[in-house]
């Protein structure tokens, strides 16, 4: 079965760090075209950021040079290093994966910005 | 960035009666390689949004066969045969042949 398994989330202050982590299970993982994509509270998803199978990286204007991007695809593993964090950073942020003929989408993980 | 638009954006339905969700992209959806780069999402009341249905038709792995996609180029719809209480929740499509990912506003599946 395809899982992908979100953590890394909590409360941090504003101008704080964070770094979240997805472990994917059941799928060729360096095939995936792997995403954030993010969730504010009350309000309709939001592409974040993208890392290709080659490790190549594009993001939203908003997190640009603040957020990075990266995979490890010897351990099936996404993550977005989160820095300079803002109080509208707060959301919930779900990993998610397509590839040329599948698909996959996470549980999220909250994370509050808050003073 | 290509626009999703869903309609309606709130959907009564009783019980065991079929519902049927409409998105359209505005720009087409079809790959050379015969696929369409369409998905469906269900947000249940609190919880995460889960996958439904992929490259437009392809059921998740563990979405019941009441669920349905079907559409090709820019016109997709969202099929379920018979409602159940559990299946409230916003219902999203999206769309994943560029980046950024863009997804429609979503429709509110309530029970009458």
């Known amino acids: 079965e395809v899982q992908l398994v979100a953590s890394g989330g909590g409360l941090v202050q504003p101008g704080g760090s964070l770094t979240l982590s997805c472990a994917a299970s059941?799928?060729?993982?360096?095939?995936?075209?792997m995403h954030w994509v993010r969730q504010a509270p009350g309000k309709g998803l939001v592409w974040v950021s993208l890392?290709?199978?080659?490790?190549?990286?594009t993001y939203a204007d908003s997190v640009k040079g603040r957020f990075t991007i990266s995979r490890d695809n010897a351990k099936s593993a996404l993550y977005l290093q989160m820095n300079s964090l803002r109080a509208e950073d707060t959301a919930l942020y779900s990993c998610?994966?397509?590839?040329?003929?599948?698909?996959?989408w996470g549980q999220g993980t909250l994370v509050t910005v808050s003073s | 960035d290509i626009v999703m638009t869903q309609s309606p954006l709130s959907l009564p339905v009783t019980p065991g009666e079929p519902a049927s969700i409409s998105c359209r992209s505005s720009?087409?959806?079809?790959?050379?390689?015969?696929?369409?780069?369409l998905g469906w999402l269900l947000q249940k009341p609190g919880q995460s949004p889960h996958l439904l249905i992929y490259l437009g038709s392809n059921r998740a792995s563990g979405v019941p066969d009441r669920f349905s996609g079907s559409g090709s180029g820019t016109d997709f719809t969202l099929k379920i045969s018979r409602v159940e209480a559990e299946d409230v929740g916003v219902y999203y499509c999206m769309q994943a042949l560029q980046t950024p990912l863009t997804f429609g506003q979503g429709t509110r599946l309530e029970i009458e």
């Open positions: 720009l087409s959806l079809l790959q050379s390689n015969g696929y369409n780069y």
């Open positions: 998610v994966g397509f590839s040329s003929n599948g698909a996959c």
């Open positions: 059941g799928l060729t993982f360096n095939n995936y075209w």
């Open positions: 890392t290709e199978s080659d490790g190549s990286t």
